[in-house]
């Protein structure tokens, strides 16, 4: 089957849970709908996978719990509607705040989680390096100074010193 006609192929929804009829996606329709569910976080609180992805296993049963299906569900509905991509993921953000996206925007404050995992690690290495240059480049104590000795003060010094040594 050529790809043109394979991509207008309808596939029924399969994450549908309840009573309301499966959305009706193309095969491109579909796999934009699997790469978004991919990329919002299953909220049930159970897990910590995207709703594409949740497994839910153990217990009575495994697959994904009914809070990613119907993320998933709405993922689907708004895939069929048109709505872009960015608006989806947007409306999830929302409803169920940013922690809904399973990696965080790079812009804003966001940057840092994205910098922060490379830039701590390089600034400390910096900061000891410094540390151990400046320690090791600490000056050599300078012998003691003062006015000059006279060769009669130096040597009443050293029979003194050898009279006591004598004792």
């Not at 953000?93 to 404050?109: H, N, S």
Request: hydrophobic share 40%; charged share 25%; proline share 7%.
């Amino acid at each position: 089957m050529p790809a043109q006609q394979e991509s207008q192929q309808v596939a029924p929804n399969v994450s549908s849970t309840d009573a309301t009829p499966a959305v009706q996606l193309t095969q491109a329709q579909t796999d934009r709908a699997k790469s978004l569910g991919k990329r919002v976080k299953c909220m049930c609180g159970g897990c910590d996978d995207a709703a594409g992805m949740c497994t839910h296993s153990g217990g009575a049963f495994a697959g994904p719990c009914d809070t990613a299906k119907a993320e998933l569900k709405e993922i689907d509905q708004r895939v069929a509607r048109g709505d872009s991509d960015d608006l989806i993921l947007q409306s999830f953000v929302q409803e169920y705040g940013p922690t809904v996206l399973i990696e965080p925007p790079k812009a804003g404050f966001d940057w840092l989680a994205w910098i922060m995992p490379i830039a701590f690690p390089i600034a400390a290495l910096l900061l000891v390096l410094w540390f151990v240059r400046r320690w090791h480049q600490k000056e050599a104590l300078a012998p003691a100074s003062g006015p000059p000795l006279s060769a009669e003060l130096m040597e009443r010094a050293r029979r003194e010193a050898d009279k006591e040594s004598d004792e």
